[in-house]
Every structure is written in C-alpha cells, then in structure tokens.
C-alpha cells in the first residue's frame, strides 16, 4: 500500500508539473525560475525590493536578478532606484505585467478547479489533513540518529 500512495504522489506531482509548464508556456513566461511567482507577489503589492520579492518567492539573489532581467526585458518589470538607498530596487509591474499576472491568476484558477473536480467540501477538507500529516513527517528528520 506504501508503494502505491508513493506511486500516486509521485504521478500526480508530474502531471500537476507538465500542466503548470503548458500553462506558462502557453502564455509566454519560462517554467522553473519563478516568473509566475514573482508576477503574482507583485499583483499583490507594488513596489518592493528585489531582496524583499526575493524572500517572498522563495528564490536566491542570483536567480531572482536573473529572472527579473529578462521580465524587464520582456516589458513586465520595471526597476527604480530605491529614493532610501540608492544601492538598491523597487520591482514593480507595468501594465504588461499586470496582464500577464492576471493570465497567471485566470490559469492557476482553471487547473485549480480541474485539480479538485468532483470533490466536496468534506473530502477537500479531509484531503488537506492528510497532506498536512505528510509535510510535517517530510520536515522531520529522515533518519533517527543513533
């Protein structure tokens, strides 16, 4: 039984992963190096500092200037010298950017809603328990030391 949930989790991680890189090949954006996540954290509030949007996406300082890079490029981002350190950025979208965001937000929206056809409120919710009860044990330690 193990192997079979192993079996369905690892399944079900890779269809979620080749639907989420048609999503945002679909709409222009390259999987794997956080543009959604940096559009979307941008939607909800304007003007941060790339250390800031850094933190919030969960990317390193290397891979966020790399990505922001070519979101300027593409006409998403703009960047402005932070007016309380000239060292630093504020990120913000342009118009471009709020689109693509809202692209992002409508199609994360339909593969949600794909995700979770069929299901009640009752077995969302005893889903989420049982996810939750996974992630704690992964954030444990793998082996008990001796």
């Known amino acids: 039984m193990k192997q079979r949930l192993r079996q369905l989790l690892f399944e079900i991680e890779q269809l979620k992963r080749n639907k989420v890189q048609d999503l945002l090949l679909g709409i222009g954006l390259t999987p794997g190096q956080g543009q959604a996540r940096i559009l979307m954290s941008l939607a909800s509030s304007e003007h941060v500092s790339q250390r800031k949007l850094a933190d919030e996406c969960m990317l390193d300082v290397t891979t966020m200037s790399r990505t922001l890079d070519r979101l300027e490029r593409q006409g998403l981002i703009e960047r402005k010298t932070d007016p309380d350190c000239r060292r630093a950025y504020r990120i913000s979208l342009t118009d471009a950017g709020r689109m693509k965001a809202e692209e992002v937000k409508e199609g994360f929206a339909r593969l949600e809603e794909r995700l979770f056809?069929?299901?009640?409120?009752?077995?969302?919710?005893?889903?989420?328990?049982?996810l939750e009860k996974i992630k704690d044990n992964l954030k444990g330690e793998m082996y008990e030391k001796q």
Do not use: I
């Not at 056809?117 to 049982?130: A, H, I, N």
């Open 117 to 130: 056809d069929g299901f009640g409120q009752t077995e969302m919710r005893e889903l989420s328990v049982k």
